[in-house]
């Protein structure tokens, strides 16, 4: 209805429909409340009002309020990083909404409540192996319906959470695109999605830098500059296997060390002249690296406590 104010509901006066100036592109008309509310975060409305869409309106007014909660907060925890440790609710195992809430922050996406349905629909439609590369929200033309488009490393899939549950996704394989485009306007940017067999998708994206982002996100992985996406607890693997390799490799140096340099050496009867003239060399520099390395020895098991100390014992007595 034209006599309430499309967002809060309020009855309109003369002065919110004078001249028409209030009214959005789907008809809706604002109060000057809602509409002060609007431009005070970003004043570039008004000046465009007519191309505006409701929903984008009020994901504007909460994205601003969610932003300015958000800056409270971390003001108020930046003294108590060092002494806390990161956890995910109570303490419990992360799920799998977790590690996908966890991408869209790593993105920095700016997403309103008005689409936590659809991230919540996102534990249904990723893949195991997939992960986000992108992510916005905004409208599909040109039937102007509301929803969530995100980019993986195999396709750009646009979803809309029904009332009633159910889930429109439009879904575009890399091996069936042919290009992307994006055309960056005042206040909000719109993606282009052009098929190898001649259609086109278009997305208007609520944040008007989500366009630049979005492509480069998907021409990464069309031209194959991307770099290859290894799951979270493969990395973890082949961390510890590098850790472990570097610990073999540093023990293989210490038994390989030339005589002159090595913990192990035999003791040969010099003179004593000659002994001074050794001693003098040794720096505790090199003294000190060699007991880091015995120490990862003892760890590993390879040298028992005896052992350690005997040639700790000799390596002190070079310093």
């Known amino acids: 209805m034209n006599?309430?104010?499309g967002l809060c509901g309020a009855l309109l006066t003369p002065m919110d429909t004078i001249s028409g100036e209030n009214k959005l592109a789907d008809s809706h008309i604002l109060c000057n409340k809602c509409l002060n509310e609007a431009t005070q975060i970003n004043k570039d409305i008004i000046n465009d009002l007519s191309q505006f869409f409701l929903p984008e309106i009020r994901g504007i007014i909460l994205q601003g309020k969610i932003e300015g909660t958000a800056q409270t907060v971390t003001s108020q925890s930046v003294g108590l990083q060092g002494n806390s440790t990161p956890g995910f609710g109570f303490g419990g195992t992360p799920t799998r909404l977790d590690h996908i809430q966890d991408q869209i922050v790593a993105l920095n996406a700016r997403l309103s409540i008005f689409v936590n349905d659809e991230v919540k629909e996102l534990v249904n439609i990723l893949e195991n192996d997939e992960r986000l590369t992108a992510i916005a929200e905004g409208l599909a033309m040109p039937g102007k319906i509301e929803g969530l488009i995100f980019s993986t490393q195999k396709r750009v899939v646009f979803i809309d959470k029904k009332?009633?549950?159910n889930v429109q996704k439009d879904e575009y394989l890399y091996q069936n695109i042919s290009s992307v485009d994006h055309i960056e306007n005042l206040l909000y940017s719109t993606l282009k999605v052009f098929t190898k067999s001649g259609s086109t998708a278009k997305f208007k994206l609520h944040n008007k830098n989500d366009g630049k982002t979005f492509?480069?996100?998907v021409n990464s992985y069309l031209n194959g500059s991307a770099k290859p996406y290894i799951p979270p607890v493969q990395q973890q693997q082949q961390q510890q296997q590098q850790q472990q390799q570097?610990?073999?490799a540093s023990s293989f140096n210490l038994y390989t060390?030339?005589?002159?340099?090595?913990?192990?050496?035999q003791e040969v009867s010099k003179p004593a002249g000659q002994h001074a003239a050794d001693k003098e060399k040794e720096s505790p520099e090199v003294i000190f690296e060699q007991l880091e390395k015995l120490g990862k020895l003892r760890e590993l098991r390879v040298l028992t406590e005896d052992e350690f100390a005997e040639q700790k014992k000799k390596l002190l007595s070079r310093i």
Do not use: D, K
């Open 163 to 165: 009332f009633f549950g």
């Open 3 to 5: 006599n309430i104010c």
């Open 257 to 265: 060390l030339q005589t002159s340099e090595s913990p192990f050496q």
């Open 215 to 217: 492509c480069n996100a």
């Open 246 to 248: 570097q610990i073999q």
